[in-house]
């Protein structure tokens, strides 16, 4: 047996063979967009590798082909598997419909194995999907090499008794994992409410209030102020002609930000990017200093990174404001709470009313109006935030990590069930107490 299978041993009675011999597959395809009429009234779905989530689930897909796009597509039966063939290589999910995909996936209809047993081995060979794909610019499992990856089968009914056995344990494990979603979910809004009460409330809640007369803010202590950015704070991004390119990229010189180099509110300094001191020095504007506060402007907007510890000159990319106060009207820490906030939030969504861009304009950002409390009043607030946002966040890190250990003994179990290393008895015995707890 090759040392390098991946599925190291199983038991002597499973049979061996490629996967080209127990499944057809289907390479997905796009009929042309400049045709309206294959898109228009859809009846199937057209899925693409953003329908199929890490958990093996396929989403509802938005795009949609009508009876003429379906004729110009290849139509993929129920019970299949589909499994990302370009960029995310080895996602994949089982399909409880007729559906039509896009060439990035590849569907293995499974002829002479058990449907859903054919989906859990294609589960346990992620890594084998990675190991025999293209290693070009962007990685691609051509279908052929698919077709000559080996895996193993028992015998019919041995499948159907390790499908039965997975389908009922599986659904207590994401049972588990979606309860603890839920409960992270409810904490992340618990959360979010702290921070709005305290940004537009104050932390005395016997003081005198007042109406704010802005929609988003409601009401704020009668002492307080409504500022707006523009007047208060320093805000720049990168221009388009100063744009850089990947190729400009270093291994040493002055920090590069960009959004992903966020990290629980503030900058990682470890995967930071590095550029020449003449692109640094053509840019003043955005020249970062300690203790600045960062604001995605594209993509997942509104994420926040207050600049901690800074180990040297850095400056912005693209897609992202630096801001600072002027004047000394606030302290940073105090906006970034603020900016964290339902208010800024909703803020946000009513300037997005009938737009799909997904950006943050400057003048929008700029017009931003917030509750501002004097400089102590600020201080407490941020003081009062930052521990609490601590302990919550602990609570909410323990709970992402017994999620992830479920995740990893999910995965465990599929694969010692369908190599054989869960006794047969030893399922039989599990499926009987279920049929008893369901009787």
């Known amino acids: 047996m090759d040392e390098n299978c991946w599925y190291d041993k199983c038991m002597p009675d499973f049979e061996v063979s490629k996967l080209k011999y127990v499944s057809d597959i289907i390479t997905g395809n796009t009929p042309s967009k400049l045709n309206e009429s294959f898109y228009e009234n859809g009846i199937i779905d057209w899925v693409k590798p953003n329908n199929i989530t890490d958990d ?23 019970n ?15 399909s409880e419909e007729e559906v039509t995909t896009n060439q990035q996936i590849n569907s293995v209809i499974f002829t002479k194995i058990n449907k859903k047993y054919g989906f859990y081995i294609l589960v346990c060979m992620e890594n084998e999907f990675k190991k025999y794909s293209n290693k070009v610019v962007v990685s691609i499992l051509n279908k052929t090499s698919m077709e000559n990856l ?7 009914i041995r499948q159907e008794r390790i499908c039965l056995f997975l389908d009922s344990k599986l659904s207590e494990i994401d049972f588990l994992i979606s309860s603890k979603e839920k409960q992270i979910k409810l904490l992340e809004e618990q959360r979010q409410a702290m921070i709005t009460e305290a940004v537009t409330k104050g932390l005395n809640s016997s003081v005198r209030m007042k109406d704010s007369g802005v929609e988003w803010i409601g009401e704020i202590p009668k002492h307080w102020e ?17 744009g850089l390119r990947s190729d400009e990229f ?7 930000v960009t959004g992903t180099n966020f ?16 692109r640094y020095n053509e840019a003043v504007p955005i020249q970062l200093k300690e203790d600045d506060l960062l604001i995605t402007k594209d993509g997942t907007i509104g994420k926040l990174a207050l600049v901690k510890e800074m180990p040297g000159k850095t400056i912005l990319n693209s897609g992202i404001f630096v801001t600072r106060p002027l004047a000394n009207k606030y302290i940073n820490n105090y906006l970034y709470w603020n900016l964290n906030s339902a208010s800024f939030s909703q803020y946000i969504r009513t300037m997005e009313t009938g737009s799909t861009i997904k950006h943050l304009y400057q003048e929008t950002f700029v017009n931003y109006s917030y509750a501002l409390p004097s400089l102590e009043e600020q201080e407490s607030i941020s003081c009062y935030l930052n521990n609490k946002n601590q302990k919550l966040g602990n609570v909410i890190q323990n709970i992402t990590i017994q999620i992830s250990k479920l995740k990893e003994y999910r995965h465990s179990l599929i694969h010692e069930a369908v190599t054989g290393k ?17 009787n």
């Open 422 to 438: 869960i006794a047969i008895e030893e399922m039989e015995s599990y499926l009987k107490e279920v049929d008893k707890d369901d």
């Open 263 to 278: 990290k629980n509110g503030i900058v990682d300094w470890q995967d930071c990017y590095h550029i020449s001191e003449d």
């Open 226 to 242: 409504i500022a707006k950015i523009k007047y208060t704070t320093y805000v720049k991004g990168r221009i388009g002609w100063q």
């Open 150 to 156: 080996k895996i193993i089968s028992p015998s019919p």
């Open 250 to 256: 270093i291994d040493d010189g002055p920090y590069l």
């Open 80 to 94: 299949s598997t589909l499994v990302c063939a370009i960029g995310t290589i080895g996602k994949l999910a089982l």
């Open 56 to 78: 093996y689930r396929l989403l509802k897909s938005k795009d949609k082909l009508s009876i003429k796009g379906v004729r110009k597509a290849r139509v993929v039966p129920r």
